[in-house]
């Protein structure tokens, strides 16, 4: 009988799972597909407090992400990195003085920083390369945090399993049977498991879950919003990010990724069908025209070198403008028999936060004595290397720590069982890396290993994708 059972394998769902178990909690987390595979790998990649979220007055999600920031950074050193952001100014979008209050907040409402305060910057002198248009001259520069999104799911996910959570990726609940005390939970590939309480953090699919395998109707409603980026080849050298204000009152960021090249997003576009999200002309020819509004160099569609868009699913507001809807979560408990949580919205940055609410609402079905633990305790690879002896040459070692963190030890014995790494799929890919990714990070799949476990699908070319599926099929 376990204690409780998770529906979905985003970062909600694996950060609840590392919670619990670390109580001692018997938990078991069931997702469909790879961990990461929707909404939570395809975010812009920032742990932030929201600096826009201000002008929605929406002050307590602005303090508990900006308290949140500090904790991931301490927690996950190896998979984040400190960022500023340069907001050119607009004066005819956003007066002088409420930027500057604005800044004021994001700088104080958090409490104590460790990043570097706001601050006025001139965009022609204060910068090796200033890639902004010039008749933009006055900008304002703030702290954020870079993360990689689907690294920090998985790496929830190995800490729960470490700390006794079974998870299960490529999985189906196909059919939940409510008892009075306790569910029977019945899984795709044949398991009949029981729990008492069943959380369902399914993202997108939270409505449909609950409706055809839960059989429960909610009140609550879900807005799916696409947001599409794209990537061209670094646009300007030097460590700052932008964020460009529109006339629509919406932003966009640019951001330096991965050394060679610049993300550029988000959109906000409502979807009915939210499975397998691809970005529309639309959504291309918006944010080119955005980008060029402010940089010299103009971009072109011919410019972008791969793209990819994710649905959030966002808490009905009633808000028209489909920005605006709130990023913050909620939840709901059907106790009629055994418990059922199900959450509603939330954001990368506050994973953490809400797995400890969550916590405490299924408090009053099991029993937990244990207190809040995830923001002392750092996750898996973050520890500081100290013998850099590696047998792995050193044009490999990185990226594989930018990656992996102190786990580069061990992918250094996988290195050792093979002749030079094993066979040699596309620059710095190699069969040690691949047979490391299916047996210690649950990888299945050539996708699983391109675009969540590492970022190399960027650039993989398709004639070398049958050499991976080859090698992949040895370990799997």
Not at 129 to 157: H, M, Q, W
């Given at each position: ?46 742990i932030h407090g929201g ?71 001139n965009l022609g002198t ?48 196909q059919k939940v049977v ?299």
């Open positions: 009988m376990q204690d409780l059972l998770i529906i979905g394998g985003g970062i909600n769902g694996v950060g609840i799972a590392r919670d619990a178990a670390g109580r001692g909690l018997k938990v078991t987390l069931i997702e469909k597909g790879d961990l990461a595979s929707k909404t939570s790998s395809w975010s812009t990649k920032l600096i826009r979220y201000l002008e929605n007055y929406e002050f307590r999600l602005v303090r508990e992400s900006l308290k949140e920031r500090e904790v991931i950074r301490k927690i996950a050193p190896h998979i984040t990195k400190p960022i500023r952001f340069v907001l050119p100014h607009v004066p005819s979008l956003r007066p002088t003085w409420l930027i500057r209050l604005g800044l004021m907040l994001y700088d104080w409402m958090g409490g104590f920083i460790s990043f570097p305060k706001s601050k006025v910057v204060d910068y090796n390369e200033n890639p902004i248009k010039p008749n933009f001259l006055t900008g304002y520069e703030y702290s954020d945090l870079f993360v990689d999104d689907a690294r920090l799911v998985l790496l929830n996910a190995q800490d729960a399993i470490s700390r006794g959570a079974k998870i299960y990726t490529n999985s189906k609940v409510r008892k009075k005390n306790y569910w029977e939970v019945f899984l795709s590939n044949g398991e009949i498991l029981q729990s008492k309480v069943i959380i369902n953090a399914s993202g997108p699919y939270v409505l449909d879950v609950l409706k055809n395998i839960i059989g429960i109707e909610s009140k609550k409603k879900i807005r799916h919003v696409q947001g599409s980026h794209i990537i061209t080849e670094r646009l300007y050298d030097g460590e700052q990010a932008y964020i460009l204000q529109l006339s629509d009152k919406r932003i966009i960021f640019l951001i330096p990724y991965l050394d060679n090249f610049t993300l550029i997003g988000t959109t906000d576009h409502e979807v009915k069908t939210y499975d397998n999200p691809v970005i529309t002309d639309i959504e291309k020819n918006y944010l080119i025209k955005s980008v060029n509004k402010f940089i010299k160099k103009e971009i072109t569609e011919d410019d972008i070198i791969w793209t990819y868009s994710g649905v959030r699913p966002l808490v009905e507001d009633l808000n028209e403008n489909a920005s605006k809807i709130t990023r913050d979560y909620t939840f709901e408990i059907d106790d009629n028999g055994a418990p059922i949580l199900t959450i509603f919205g939330g954001k990368l940055t506050t994973y953490r936060k809400l797995s400890e609410h969550a916590i405490k609402k299924i408090s009053k079905y099991i029993k937990i004595t244990n207190k809040s633990w995830t923001g002392n305790e750092i996750l898996p690879g973050a520890k500081e290397i100290i013998d850099k002896n590696f047998l792995i040459p050193e044009k490999l070692t990185k990226r594989l720590i930018k990656t992996y963190g102190d786990k580069i030890i061990n992918l250094n014995q996988y290195y050792q069982s093979f002749m030079d790494g094993g066979e040699h799929i596309f620059e710095d890919l190699y069969e040690f890396e691949i047979k490391y990714l299916v047996q210690e990070e649950m990888a299945k799949t050539p996708e699983d290993i391109l675009f969540r476990r590492t970022k190399l699908g960027i650039k993989f070319p398709n004639e070398k994708l049958a050499i991976l599926e080859n090698i992949l099929k040895k370990y799997i």
